[in-house]
């Protein structure tokens, strides 16, 4: 039922929210930091006043920094991860086109304020002539380089809650009765697989159940088991019975999978924090050594 095709689209968004970070913390040129930190924060704070800012935060008083229209819906989403990325199950996510969605601009914003809130300033030309300031350039992107070790568990969880491409209408419909026959009530099943934005005018046809990956095996691995009828069709015959079990075989190994890609970035997190940890250890060894070196001996 275009599994394979959820996951792939979920792997290429998580790889162009990945790109988009490391532009935005390059400072890539016509990104969104490109003129450095100064007007990557003007742009979000404009963002912010129209669309984020809650008037009662603060005991009331940004009620004159607030737009006067803004949507109760999407306020403080920037800093809600539970009700951005946490909560649904699809998000009407699709970078590789130049529309812009409302869960689109959350998600953004999100992964701006969580990573590398403040960006460098660009570095002038004259900077790169001295040689000593050549520590200081490496130093920035070794920072920039443990921050998408941590962003990369973010992108990857996002991007699996991408909505699937065009040609999964018929998966929605699928998935649609499978939540059906559990009692769901058919007014929430469209916000359930395809995301508030998705219906947000009402139609809630089988064409907007997009599902991503994250809510297909979400019924996959978990919610068809909750149905009393999935227990009474095991009385079948010998051959269905197989079948079935050969079906639970292959989802459990897509499972599996998607358990191991969690623990190798959990690895890659660890790693990253261990080295952090010992940087300041390391450094201190450094200078001992340095202090024993006798006076005029050059560096080797």
């Not at 990104?31 to 800012?53: H, M, P």
């Not at 800093?79 to 946490?86: L, P, V």
């Not at 002539?129 to 990857?156: C, G, H, T």
């Not at 952090?276 to 001992?288: F, I, R, S, V």
Request: glycine share 6%; hydrophobic share 35%.
């Amino acid at each position: 039922r275009a599994l394979a095709m959820a996951e792939m689209n979920a792997d290429y968004n998580t790889f162009l929210l990945g790109r988009r970070a490391l532009d935005r913390q390059t400072e890539k040129a016509h990104g969104v930091a490109s003129v450095g930190t100064a007007e990557d924060i003007d742009d979000r704070l404009i963002q912010f006043r129209k669309r984020y800012c809650d008037p009662n935060d603060n005991a009331g008083l940004l009620e004159k920094v607030c737009a006067e229209d803004i949507d109760s819906a999407t306020m403080n989403k920037d800093i809600d991860f539970g009700r951005t990325i946490g909560t649904p199950w699809t998000l009407a996510l699709d970078f590789s086109d130049s529309e812009k969605t409302g869960d689109e601009q959350d998600v953004l914003a999100l992964s701006s304020n969580l990573f590398g809130h403040s960006v460098f300033e660009n570095i002038p030309d004259a900077y790169f002539e001295n040689p000593q300031n050549a520590y200081k350039i490496l130093d920035m992107r070794s920072l920039i380089a443990k921050r998408s070790v941590a962003q990369y568990s973010f992108d990857a969880l996002t991007g699996m809650k991408a909505e699937g491409p065009a040609e999964m209408d018929k998966t929605g419909g699928y998935m649609k009765a499978v939540l059906d026959q559990l009692g769901i009530p058919e007014s929430d099943i469209p916000t359930l697989l395809s995301g508030g934005e998705a219906t947000q005018n009402g139609t809630d046809t089988d064409a907007l159940l997009k599902p991503s990956y994250y809510a297909q095996m979400e019924v996959l691995t978990k919610k068809i088991y909750q149905n009393p009828s999935f227990y009474m069709t095991l009385y079948d015959t010998p051959a269905n019975i197989d079948r079935k079990g050969a079906a639970l075989r292959a989802i459990s190994l897509m499972q599996n999978t998607d358990m191991l890609k969690s623990r190798l970035r959990s690895e890659m997190l660890l790693s990253v924090l261990l080295e952090t940890e010992l940087d300041p250890l390391y450094k201190e060894a450094q200078g001992a050594l340095d202090r024993m070196r006798p006076k005029g001996e050059p560096d080797k």
